[in-house]
Nanobody
Framework: QVQLVESGGGLVQVGGSLRLSCAAS????????MGWFRQAPGKEREFVAA????????KSQTSVKGRFTISRDNAKNTAYLQMNSLKPEDTAVYYC???????????????????WGQGTQVTVSS
């Protein structure tokens, strides 16, 4: 089992920044791909970004490229999502997730993730 706890969400104005953290406990953190997903009211959960086991490869959805950066610190068992230039459409509950699947090319798919955090609310006000 892997337990994931997100933090760092909150209310921010358009153009502002937030840094989300995802603290993991349980099994060996570096064995897992880490992903961030989000779900806005009335919408399906969507992929935001993922980072591979070593932290040397990342991917993100088009709408956040150049604004969001995913990273990880395996020594601290923590993954991060730095969000800059926030927009109202970024408002959502953000979830971190862990996957032990080896198929890096498919890591946008939420059904490949075995463990999920409880989510943290991000609200961008205009």
């Amino acid at each position: 089992q892997v337990q994931l706890v997100e933090s760092g969400g909150g209310l921010v104005q358009v153009g502002g920044s937030l840094r989300l953290s995802c603290a993991a406990s349980g099994r060996t953190f570096s064995n897992y791909v880490m992903g961030w997903f989000r779900q806005a009211p009335g919408k399906e959960r969507e992929f935001v970004a993922a980072i591979n086991w070593r932290g040397d490869s990342t991917k993100s959805q088009t709408s956040v490229k150049g604004r969001f950066t995913i990273s990880r610190d395996n020594a601290k068992n923590t993954a991060y999502l730095q969000m800059n230039s926030l927009k109202p459409e970024d408002t959502a509950v953000y979830y971190c997730a862990a996957s032990d699947d080896y198929r890096w090319s498919l890591m946008e798919k939420n059904d490949l993730y075995d463990y999920w955090g409880q989510g943290t609310q991000v609200t961008v006000s205009s």
